[in-house]
């Protein structure tokens, strides 16, 4: 549940909002010719399975940027998959709020804030989150997924379509010769040059480093206070479509699985087979809503007539994984508020708007 009276009001354009105390009951008598609405807590998803054989522990972790659709999509496929031999946990959606708002950090650059972060940043439950997942699961690696600018074959300030390391070696893991061994499985099998995987080594832990924003990110913290070996995995934003974004990923994430001993079943040469089936299945989307008391179950666009002082809940919402409902206009942090006037929610599926509930105050 999000901190409620962090805030106690937010101006918007002719609107007037007015978050919850912790008495909301006499603040509603204060408001009651507003509209309240209450919508459940974002969820914080992720998926363990260990498989009947021995073999390695990986941790995927998609989402940390909202607007890479092509990483948070590889991670959530993995998700419905089984695992053989190994261990496999997957966090697709780590900032599922930036996600829905389809910005690369609606509070920020999420993967900045690993070396520090205020315990007032919207953003801290998602972060101490990560860090306490890795410290309980702990991993042989950790994948860190992302959809970036450009091709770095061809531009080397462009981080799309590589791989990101942040040394040559760590503590006597080989991170440069791994990664160099993904991409060369990888580029076999892609046929355009300027789609091919080089690696990017930032250099971070060299006091002359031409990127010490990187000491900031996540591979970072998992090397230097987890000990633990950690890969960035870049698509291309400039890829044609979510479908090939997604490809890109599943073809390094099988060749570091397999690196790390794990096996999955169906294995990710199954997927790519079968790609656009995983990516475009077929959901039926709904939203119950609890208004004055009464349940209502809406599966399309709808306008509904409220009279003045309502009490609006969302109580669940269904689809995939990723649908969520957010309001025009408000703060996506807020999970509880008060609005003077007509309001519009768009049930999302990640960053595709499904429909529209328009609530009209009578």
Same mark, same amino acid.
């Given at each position: 549940m999000e901190d409620l009276s962090r805030r106690n009001f937010i101006r918007?354009?002719?609107?007037?909002?007015?978050?919850?105390?912790?008495?909301?009951?006499?603040?509603?008598?204060?408001?009651?010719?507003?509209?309240?609405?209450?919508?459940?807590?974002?969820?914080?998803?992720?998926?363990?399975?260990?498989?009947?054989?021995?073999?390695?522990?990986?941790?995927?972790?998609?989402?940390?940027?909202?607007?890479?659709?092509?990483?948070?999509?590889?991670?959530?496929?993995?998700?419905?998959?089984?695992?053989?031999?190994?261990?496999?946990?997957v966090l697709p959606r780590t900032n599922f709020v930036s996600v829905l708002a389809n910005v690369r950090g609606y509070n920020g650059d999420m993967?900045?804030?690993?070396?520090?972060?205020?315990?007032?940043?919207?953003?801290?439950?998602?972060? !101490?989150?990560?860090?306490? @997942? $890795?410290?309980?699961? +702990?991993?042989?690696? &950790?994948?860190?997924?992302?959809? %970036?600018?450009?091709?770095?074959?061809?531009?080397k300030k462009h981080w799309g379509q590589c791989i990101v390391i942040d040394a040559v070696s760590y503590k006597g893991y080989p991170l440069y010769s791994t990664a160099k061994y993904v991409a060369d499985r990888v580029n076999k099998k892609i046929t355009k040059k300027h789609w091919k995987i080089p690696i990017h080594n930032t250099d971070t832990f060299n006091r002359y480093?031409?990127?010490?924003?990187?000491?900031?990110?996540?591979?970072?913290?998992?090397?230097?206070?987890?000990?633990?070996?950690?890969?960035?995995?870049?698509?291309?934003k400039q890829l044609p479509d979510l479908e090939t974004k997604t490809k890109m990923h599943l073809m390094m994430i099988k060749e570091f699985?397999?690196?790390?001993?794990?096996?999955?079943?169906?294995?990710?040469?199954?997927?790519? !087979?079968?790609?656009?089936? @995983? $990516?475009?299945?077929? +959901?039926?989307?709904? &939203?119950?809503?609890?208004?004055? %008391?009464?349940?209502?179950?809406?599966?399309?666009?709808?306008t509904i007539k409220v009279p003045a002082g309502s009490r609006i809940r969302f109580e669940s919402v269904y689809g995939n994984r990723g649908s969520f409902v957010i309001p025009e206009g408000v703060n996506l942090n807020y999970s509880g508020f008060y609005y003077?006037?007509?309001?519009?929610?768009?049930?999302?599926?990640?960053?595709?708007?499904?429909f529209t509930l328009k609530f009209v105050k009578t």
């Open positions: 918007l354009a002719g609107s007037s909002l007015l978050l919850l105390s912790l008495n909301p009951d006499e603040v509603f008598a204060k408001h009651n010719s507003k509209l309240h609405f209450k919508l459940p807590p974002k969820p914080l998803q992720y998926y363990i399975k260990e498989g009947k054989e021995k073999g390695g522990r990986v941790l995927i972790i998609g989402g940390i940027h909202g607007n890479e659709p092509g990483a948070y999509k590889a991670a959530d496929i993995l998700m419905d998959l089984d695992v053989k031999k190994g261990t496999v946990a993967n900045r804030k690993f070396h520090r972060i205020s315990r007032k940043d919207p953003d801290y439950r998602y972060v !101490s989150f990560i860090k306490d @997942f $890795i410290d309980d699961f +702990r991993p042989d690696v &950790v994948l860190s997924l992302h959809d %970036g600018y450009g091709f770095h074959i061809k531009n480093t031409k990127y010490k924003e990187q000491r900031k990110s996540l591979t970072y913290y998992v090397l230097s206070k987890c000990n633990i070996p950690a890969f960035c995995i870049e698509a291309s699985l397999e690196i790390f001993n794990v096996e999955l079943d169906p294995g990710i040469d199954h997927v790519l !087979s079968n790609l656009s089936s @995983f $990516i475009n299945r077929k +959901r039926v989307y709904s &939203v119950r809503l609890n208004i004055n %008391g009464r349940t209502e179950i809406i599966n399309s666009s709808k003077s006037r007509n309001i519009r929610f768009f049930l999302k599926d990640d960053y595709k708007k499904v």
